[in-house]
Nanobody
Framework: VQLAESGGGLVQPGGSLRLSCAAS????????MYWYRQAPGKERELVAS????????DYADAVKGRFTISRDNAKNTFFLQMNSLKSEDTAVYYC?????????WGQGTQVTVSS
């Protein structure tokens, strides 16, 4: 199982970023997928999740209305569109899959929101 995030970077408050996670080594369309984040000095937290075919999504209260999770099963990839970014969104963002064989994490991508 491999998960590879991309799309992080430095953005000003109010800006947008789109994170991508490319998955391989398992049947991507069979699993709910997750985005987590970890800010400096804080515990890792769940940001959003999406069902196998995208019909059901869930968001942390802190990002509702600003972030959108989506997926493209044909490309084994899922996304996190982040709008109206705030300084408190600064964190390392991880994509995650929970399979029968365990929980798998990408290497993370840094998102920094600063003027």
């Amino acid at each position: 199982v491999q998960l590879a995030e991309s799309g992080g970077g430095l953005v000003q408050p109010g800006g947008s970023l789109r994170l991508s996670c490319a998955a391989s080594g398992f049947t991507f369309s069979s699993y709910r997928m997750y985005w987590y984040r970890q800010a400096p000095g804080k515990e890792r937290e769940l940001v959003a999740s999406i069902s196998r075919f995208g019909g059901s999504t869930d968001y942390a209260d802190a990002v509702k209305g600003r972030f959108t999770i989506s997926r493209d099963n044909a490309k084994n990839t899922f996304f996190l569109q982040m709008n109206s970014l705030k300084s408190e969104d600064t964190a390392v963002y991880y994509c995650t899959s929970v399979l029968a064989t365990g929980t798998y994490w990408g290497q993370g991508t840094q998102v920094t929101v600063s003027s």
